[in-house]
């Protein structure tokens, strides 16, 4: 059986997710997008897995470099969710003029007011179609708890405590 993309969009509009952005490269080579493809693999080692669109400049950036940051969003930070999302317009190194963005160990660009920061060391990358699935090997965390998280369902960002 065969399952119409449009259905499949619709159903997947159906499941919340947390709002993340993934960036990776340093300097003018630093590149970003929003993505709520972010999963948990496994805490011994820590790793997680994020599935990114081949076309995306961000894709670009974690194979040129071998390394990768997700930065989990707040509720505060819908502004920043729309412009690494393309919304505003803006692509490439540009979309780093908005918030305040630091390096920690692998050097990928970390959101210094992210609620959680994950730094990671590419492990592995498998063929996902249209997509590549990173596997990462988490070099250094940070977490700022207390703050509301953004999360995105229906075409929505909400906010959760
Ligand atoms: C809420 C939200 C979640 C997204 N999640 C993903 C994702 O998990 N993986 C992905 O490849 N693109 C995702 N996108 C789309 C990218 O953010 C968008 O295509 C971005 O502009 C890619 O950057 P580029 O300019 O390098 O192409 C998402 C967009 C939104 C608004």
New binding site residues.
Partial sequence: MSIDPADFRAAMREMAGA?SIIAAGCGSRR?G??????CSLSAQPPTLLV???K????HKAIVEHGAFSVNVLGANAEGL?NR???REGT?GLERFAAGRWSALATGAPILEDAVAVFDCTLRQSFDGGT?SVFIGDVSAVSTQGGQAALV?RAGRFAAVD
């Fill in positions: 709002v590149r997008m929003t993505a709520t493809a972010v599935c990114v669109n076309d995306t400049e961000c969710a690494f999302a393309g692509r997509h995105y």
